[in-house]
């Protein structure tokens, strides 16, 4: 029986990316998905565009669990996003994130242990750096930039913002004594990761997709 990684995640690990010739999302055609296959490797990818812990937790509850598998937890980018309107329209109180810091730490620990209860192995997976400039940019389309920009301060406040939770989710695996699969690194080690994202700063484009699909790969081969 080929070895089952389940994954819950968000767009990234769905392999989305945007296009700008066409001006729209698509998923890229070589994902890491081929590589595990290559592998040996049977995956369930169960992560879903916008996907949060809460999403997360949804679906852990429902899928079928196989044990002696593994489950890759790559979260953090939405629980971290701000409802940028309500930002537009009032930049002058605190937002806070569509999941609150501590309630993700405490989330992704108690996902962490219903894995463990299930027989499967644990992995946290690292959540993708923002290119700032891109991201505020972005995100501020159709709305009041100046305002949006008015709260973050900089632009490079939104990255240290989405940083915390990476923090987190290491955090949290260390205080687990769970597995970590450090794909935020990956990116931070190119000479500019920004070389690896797409017009909207937060996915990855095809450089990005294949050195995803590497850096699983290399992980996969040291850890079977």
Known sequence: MAKLITVLGDSIARGLMYDSASSRYTVYPDTY???LKSL???LKNLARVGGTIDNALEMFGKCEKQPG????IELGGNDSDLNWKEVAEDPDVYHEAKIPL???GEKLRRLISL???SELKPIVVTPLPVVAERYVKWISRGLDAEKILRYLGSCEYIYRWQERYALEALKTALA??????DLRSQFLY???FADFMCEDGIHPNPAGHALISQAVGSFAVSHA
């Open 102 to 104: 501590k309630e993700f």
């Open 33 to 35: 998905a081929s590589r």
């Open 40 to 42: 040996g490797y049977s």
């Open 176 to 181: 687990t004594d769970t597995e970590v699969f």
């Open 190 to 192: 190119q000479r500019d």
């Open 115 to 117: 894995a463990r209860a």
């Open 69 to 72: 598998g593994r489950l890759a």
